[in-house]
């Protein structure tokens, strides 16, 4: 079964209670607070040329959305 994890940003603190509460009751499905801090030479368009051979950890969809709307939900297996 698949678990939901609800990431909020961390100036969203209001609605990371909230939803901790709504949801507190409902199994497979986490709250969290994003706790990934900006790198201080962090760029807003990507590099050249990426040296990586794939992006480990990329979600660019649920980075757009933490960022706009405050909010996102990732499914996890």
């Known amino acids: 079964m698949d ?3 609800f990431v909020v940003a961390q100036e969203r603190r209001e609605l990371y209670e909230a939803l901790k509460q709504a949801l507190r009751t409902e199994r497979g499905v986490d709250v969290v ?3 990934r801090v900006r790198k201080r030479r962090g760029r807003d368009e ?9 992006a480990r950890r990329a979600r660019g969809l ?4 933490i960022r706009s709307r405050g909010w996102t ?3 996890l297996p």
């Open 73 to 75: 939900v990732v499914r």
């Open 33 to 35: 607070l994003d706790r």
């Open 46 to 54: 990507p590099p050249a040329a990426e040296r990586r051979r794939f």
């Open 3 to 5: 678990r939901l994890l």
């Open 62 to 65: 649920e980075d757009l959305e």
